[in-house]
Nanobody, 127 residues
Framework: LQLVESGGGSVQPGDSLTLSCVDSGFTALYYTIAWFRQAPGKEREGVSCVTHHEGTTNYADSVKGRFTISREDARNTVYLHLNNLSPEDTAVYYC?????????????????????WGQGTQVTVSS
């Protein structure tokens, strides 16, 4: 089981980015992939989730209306589209997956529930 993120970078406030998470090795039909982020000195925060088979989604209040999660099953890829970025969005973004987590049910944003993690990709927003 492996997750590989890409797409991070340095942008200015108001800019957009798209992060990608490619998963490989999952054989379960139903599993959840979530995006988390961790800023320096802060706890890891759940950003958004999507289920592999049904496509149900959920978002943290801090990103609703600005971030969009989508998936492309043929490429085993989940995307996180980040719009109208602000310096407060600066963090390392991780994708995580687990077949026992159900998005959008409560608990989707608990990092301890996920057993598979990617290596992270840095997003820096500054002027």
């Amino acid at each position: 089981l492996q997750l590989v993120e890409s797409g991070g970078g340095s942008v200015q406030p108001g800019d957009s980015l798209t992060l990608s998470c490619v998963d490989s090795g999952f054989t379960a039909l139903y599993y959840t992939i979530a995006w988390f982020r961790q800023a320096p000195g802060k706890e890891r925060e759940g950003v958004s989730c999507v289920t592999h088979h049904e496509g149900t989604t959920n978002y943290a209040d801090s990103v609703k209306g600005r971030f969009t999660i989508s998936r492309e099953d043929a490429r085993n890829t989940v995307y996180l589209h980040l719009n109208n970025l602000s310096p407060e969005d600066t963090a390392v973004y991780y994708c995580a997956a687990d077949e026992l987590v159900v998005c959008p049910n409560p608990g989707w944003d608990v990092s301890g529930y996920y057993r598979t993690w990617g290596q992270g990709t840095q997003v820096t927003v500054s002027s």
